[in-house]
């Protein structure tokens, strides 16, 4: 088995950060150093952001998308009344050909 090197100093690539844990085992969360917290803070905030970007993305999309289902359900109803008017012209055409009995 390989023995583990020397930890990489704070702030440098693949540091982990360091927590400092408060009380007992699950006394309830560990407490955070003033610069970690304020560093996850910043990290929640900045996915806050880019949900909220996210959302009104997609709430223009939806938008977009919603007045293009109400064009074409009125294109919809337009087609409807139309074949309803040609079926109507086409049973009153057939009776006027039917003899007359």
Do not use: H
Not at 27 to 41: A, C, K, Q, V
């Amino acid at each position: 088995m390989a023995e583990a090197g020397p930890l990489p100093p704070e702030g440098s690539p693949g540091a982990e950060p360091r927590r400092v844990r408060g009380g007992s085992e699950g006394s309830g969360p560990p407490e955070l150093p003033g610069d970690d917290t304020r560093e996850l803070l910043q990290e929640v905030e900045m996915q806050i952001g880019d949900a909220a970007f996210s959302l009104a993305k997609i709430l223009e999309a939806t938008s977009a998308v919603s007045a293009q289902v109400e064009e074409l359900a009125t294109k919809c109803s337009e087609n409807a009344r139309f074949l309803r008017t040609w079926r109507d012209l086409l049973r009153e055409g057939y009776e006027s050909l039917k003899p007359s009995g």
